[in-house]
């Protein structure tokens, strides 16, 4: 199973910025999808989580400005950040929680995107 993430860059504060993560490989399915990003010299942190059935988690410091979704059919996840602050600058890792066969799963990540908010 591998993860392939996108979209990362550099924005100014308020702009917005869309990150995509693409699964493949041989797997039955893919359970929970979620961001994670650390920031220089801090731990890795939860950003949001969605369920295979669409429900969705998000850390508070990001409610109401990113938007995490994703299509089942291409086992992608998406993060929409809009708002973005000086603080939001991190990488930003993809994880999914996919089930290699019905008894089985194993936690996923993905290679990581860097996302710099800076004027």
């Known amino acids: 199973v591998q993860l392939q993430a996108s979209g990362g860059g550099l924005v100014q504060p308020g702009g917005s910025l869309r990150l995509s993560c693409a699964a493949s490989?041989?797997?039955?399915?893919?359970?929970?999808m979620g961001w994670y990003r650390q920031a220089p010299g801090k731990l890795r942190d939860l950003v949001a989580t969605?369920?295979?059935?669409?429900?969705?988690n998000y850390v508070d410091s990001v409610k109401g400005r990113f938007t995490i979704s994703r299509d089942n059919a291409k086992n992608t996840v998406y993060l929409q950040m809009n708002s973005l602050k000086p603080e939001d600058t991190a990488v930003y890792y993809c994880?999914?929680?996919?089930?290699?066969?019905?008894?089985?799963?194993?936690?996923?990540w993905g290679q990581g995107t860097q996302v710099t908010v800076s004027s």
């Open positions: 994880n999914a929680v996919v089930f290699t066969n019905p008894w089985d799963s194993g936690s996923y």
């Open positions: 490989g041989t797997f039955f399915s893919i359970n929970v």
């Open positions: 969605i369920t295979s059935g669409g429900r969705t």
